[in-house]
């Protein structure tokens, strides 16, 4: 069973009495462990084809399948609850609660599941560890550095050990060298714990670490390309499939070179 | 609030203590044909007596009641007052000298003194109104004249032992205090018009009349017991208008609160755009985003209701410690220095009416955080 499965997935918009489609006929799966990088220009719809996996919007067409679950066809508050116990989001501006710690806002989503404290501790501090921020965990967001700021947004959104973990231009805001640390963590928590990841970027030096790359244009997938991931490590030997699927009729293409970025 | 509650419970309360100790007392026995309009004019000669077995009858109830502080007499007559040329109507009253002084501690001696009892003539009280419009001062003499119960026309030479003020412009334009004696010699009654009663704690009124009244039912004695604001209807008037006028105040300042919180509110939400969208796509059910809105307005409300009662209560203390020189009322002669009393009620409701304008304010603004898609929420951000 795939990850994530998308089935001719449509959004419109209506803007100013036209209609803008945002998202057009896209279909893929992934397979679970996967790491995909959507990438393509600004507007090209890679953040409205993350709210629609994510079940932060409703498709105007087709279906969006995490798991054995259709999440297009939950109502909005089967869907808030799915979300809360199986998909994680990363936020391009960190988006931290600023009064909250860096273990408070890590702890945040487990808030929502039924936990005792002291299992909701031991979570938290495992994956402050896990980040190395664990000397951080005590201080405020505005005590901590972008790339500080993004582990913690990252820990928030794996710290309910979620199927699925959406990225949505996570290293936007920080420099190169910070980007690929924090690129090179979700790796590494990719590989760790077998969280399907998909980050939309469009940031070249990311998209060269992931599985999979999904380059949309206007909405449409102008371009896919997979690579066959290393093995997982010895401790992973449970974990699923190492490779991303592709959906039938969705060909595979040769890995792309930084024209990506455009739609030319 | 707090401090206009405080100042008009201070009002009411000057008003009940003018009102009690001008000499209404707290209650007051009285025929059973008289009735509460005491200012009505009626004929002279013709009056509600209370008959002795009344005074005897409840005097084991009074002498019962351990808050009972004065018992005080009274015979009322009118007629005229006479001092030289000038001759004028005159409400007078009976009084018992010492049980009326403590019944009468507001009531002002502007010149002379009060009944010592060692008057070798009867002397007389006048109110300052009268005694201006006499000519009279202490030591001069008057006629009074009257028809006495048994309807023949009496008079008595009195010397004016002094000139009083109750503050009440129409009650000392008109009365006369004379002692018991020399209203019985003038109207010939063996009865009484009343008994006026105070108590050390007025919080007892209604036992010291559920007990007077079994005991006057019981043993068939004609009479009636009546309140001081029955007695006294201007003071229910003024307390309606007053409330009247605090509810619209209350609901003015409601409103201001409701406007101003609801105004913090929606930029409290507003602010948190980009939060409320991260938490709604974390998993936050709109219930929880609400009813987090709705416990920061609580907290708020709780804060501001602390602050503002707090400030209120001290403001209560500082006018109290200082007080404010009031003109005097209408129809009185004397301003007073008001003050604020602390009042619980009026706390826990100005704190009841920030919470609840809090809670109130923030349901707007709460309601519209939670509205759309999570993804044009976060698109916002």
């Known amino acids: 069973m795939s990850a994530v499965l998308a089935i001719g997935l449509r959004k419109q918009f209506a803007v100013a009495g036209r209609t803008v489609h945002a998202v057009r006929d896209v ?21 409205t084809l993350l709210a629609l996996l994510g079940g932060l919007d409703v498709p105007t067409w087709g279906e969006v399948w995490i798991g054995a679950a259709n999440v297009g066809r939950m109502s909005a508050a089967r869907r808030t609850r799915f979300r809360a116990a199986n998909v994680g989001f990363v936020f391009q501006a960190h988006n931290l609660v600023p009064v909250l710690t860096a273990a408070e806002n890590v702890a945040l989503p487990l808030t929502l599941l039924p936990l005792s404290a002291r299992e909701r501790a031991r ?21 901590l550095s972008g790339g500080q ?39 590494a928590m990719n590989r760790r714990r077998a969280t399907t990841i998909v980050l939309a970027t469009h940031d070249v030096a990311i998209d060269a670490l992931a599985d999979e790359q999904i380059a949309l244009c206007d909405g449409v997938v102008a371009r896919r390309h997979e690579r066959r991931r290393e093995p997982w490590p010895s401790s992973s030997s449970d974990s699923p499939s190492a490779t991303c699927s592709v959906t039938p009729g969705v060909p595979s293409l040769p890995p792309p070179p930084s024209r990506w970025l455009s739609c030319s | 609030m707090t401090v206009a509650a405080g100042f008009l419970d201070f009002t009411f309360w000057g008003l009940r203590q003018s009102i009690v100790y001008a000499g209404v007392g707290h209650l007051q026995l009285l025929p059973v044909g008289d009735d509460a309009d005491r200012t009505r004019t009626r004929g002279l000669g013709t009056y509600d007596r209370l008959g002795s077995d009344v005074t005897d009858g409840v005097r084991a109830v009074l002498d019962a009641a351990p808050t009972v502080e004065a018992v005080a007499p009274r015979l009322e007559f009118q007629g005229l007052v006479s001092a030289g040329p000038r001759t004028l109507a005159f409400a007078g009253i009976g009084v018992d000298p010492a049980a009326e002084s403590r019944l009468r501690s507001l009531t002002l001696l502007t010149a002379g003194e009060w009944f010592t009892g060692a008057e070798r003539m009867p002397h007389a009280l006048v109110g300052s109104g009268l005694a201006h419009r006499l000519g009279v001062q202490p030591r001069d003499v008057v006629s009074l004249i009257t028809y006495s119960d048994r309807g023949r026309m009496t008079a008595a030479d009195v010397q004016i032992g002094g000139i009083f003020e109750s ?7 008109r009365t006369v205090l004379v002692p018991l004696s020399t209203a019985r010699d003038l109207t010939e009654a063996t009865g009484l018009s009343g008994v006026a009663v105070t108590l ?7 036992d010291v009349v559920g007990a007077l009244q ?21 003071y229910a008037s003024v307390v309606r208008l007053y409330q009247w006028i605090l509810r619209v105040f209350v609901t003015i300042v409601t409103v201001v609160v409701v406007l101003g919180v609801a105004n913090t509110m929606s930029m409290a939400v507003f602010e948190r755009t980009p939060e409320v969208a991260v938490l709604r796509a974390l998993g936050f059910g709109p219930g929880r985003i609400v009813a987090m809105f709705l416990l920061e307005a609580t907290t708020i409300g709780l804060g501001g209701s602390a602050i503002g009662v707090g400030s209120g209560i001290l403001a209560c203390l500082a006018i109290s410690a200082v007080g404010i020189e009031m003109p005097p009322p209408p129809g009185h002669t004397h301003g007073y220095v008001a003050a604020a009393h602390v009042v619980p009620r009026a706390i826990v409701v100005a704190a009841a009416i920030a919470v609840g304008a809090a809670i109130l304010a923030a349901v707007g603004p709460s309601l519209r955080s939670i509205r759309g898609e999570v993804a044009d929420a976060l698109r916002a951000t």
């Open chain 1, 27 to 47: 279909s893929f799966a992934l397979a679970p462990g996967a790491l995909c990088a959507i990438v393509g220009p600004s507007g090209s719809g890679k953040s």
């Open chain 1, 123 to 143: 979570r938290v501090d495992a994956l402050l560890d896990d980040l190395g921020l664990h000397d951080l965990a005590h201080h405020r967001p505005a005590e």
């Open chain 1, 149 to 187: 700021q993004q582990r913690v947004g990252l820990a928030r959104a794996l710290v309910t050990a979620p199927a699925l973990v959406l990225a949505d231009e996570p290293t936007a805001h920080l420099d190169s060298r910070t980007a690929r640390d924090v690129v090179e963590v979700m790796r």
């Open chain 2, 167 to 173: 503050g009440v412009v129409e009650y000392d334009v």
């Open chain 2, 200 to 206: 050390r704690d007025p919080s007892a009124l209604d």
């Open chain 2, 214 to 234: 079994r005991r006057l039912a019981g043993a068939s004695i004609q009479a009636r017991v009546a309140r001081w604001d029955e007695l006294s209807p201007v």
